[in-house]
């Protein structure tokens, strides 16, 4: 079935360490996106890529990096420079970022810091 | 930057009522209006949207109107339904990179 895997759904960081949550689409779609979600709030962009190399900072890119050398894959790390990381974390994409194309969402990671 | 206000944070109806959920956002350049319903745990899933040239969409029991002179929008559901329970978010943009999302509304259809 065609849509977007996040792993894991549930992870733990010890404080001081750099985690990465995986996602892969194959929907074949060019833009892919990073979304936090907290309890009670809605959705903040992280980081978003429009195509294979290239990505742009959301409105809360601090304390995140990506990386996109595949069209198919946009992972992030959550790195020891984000203060308070546990969120639940959505990976999205949309067939390009322009044009008002639709986003569609992976399940979503549930990070916790212990 | 294009900012959405979502109303009301929180909605209790009785099953077969209908429920209404609104969003007012500030940037007239915003064109498409999408709705998601999201369930605990889960990833928001696109329910129903509207563009800014279409007044009204309806989709069975889920229907959106667009007023894009006072710059609002609003979801309908008809014969709520207790698998209607979930929170829902609307959202404006220009285009997907520039998505601005509503805080959500968490509605909840009692038996």
């Known amino acids: 079935d065609g849509g977007i895997t996040q792993s894991p759904k549930y992870l733990f960081r010890k404080e001081g360490q750099n985690v990465t949550l995986s996602c892969e689409q194959n929907?074949?779609?060019?833009?892919m996106y990073w979304y936090r979600q907290d309890p009670g709030q809605g959705l903040r962009l992280i980081y978003y890529?429009?195509?294979?190399?290239?990505?742009q900072k959301g409105d809360i890119a601090e304390g995140y990096s990506v990386s996109r050398e595949k069209k198919e894959s946009f992972p992030l790390t959550v790195t020891s420079a984000q203060k308070n990381p546990t969120a639940f974390y959505l990976c999205?994409?949309?067939?390009?970022?322009?044009?008002?194309?639709?986003?569609?969402f992976g399940e979503g990671s549930w990070l916790t810091v212990v | 930057g294009e900012n959405v206000e979502q109303h009301p944070s929180t909605l209790s109806v009785q099953e077969g009522d209908s429920a209404v959920i609104k969003c007012t956002y500030s940037d007239s350049a915003s064109n498409y209006f999408p709705w998601y319903k999201q369930e605990l745990g889960k990833g928001p899933q696109l329910i129903i949207d509207i563009r800014s040239n279409v007044g009204e969409k309806k989709d069975q029991r889920i229907a959106v109107t667009l007023n894009k002179t006072a710059k609002h929008f609003s979801l309908h559901i008809t014969e709520t339904q207790p698998e209607d329970s979930a929170v829902y978010f609307c959202a404006a943009s220009m285009y997907a990179g520039k998505s601005t999302f509503g805080d959500g509304t968490t509605l909840t259809v009692k038996p």
């Open positions: 999205a994409s949309s067939e390009q970022a322009n044009s008002g194309n639709t986003i569609y």
């Open positions: 890529s429009q195509i294979v190399n290239d990505f």
């Open positions: 929907l074949n779609h060019d833009a």
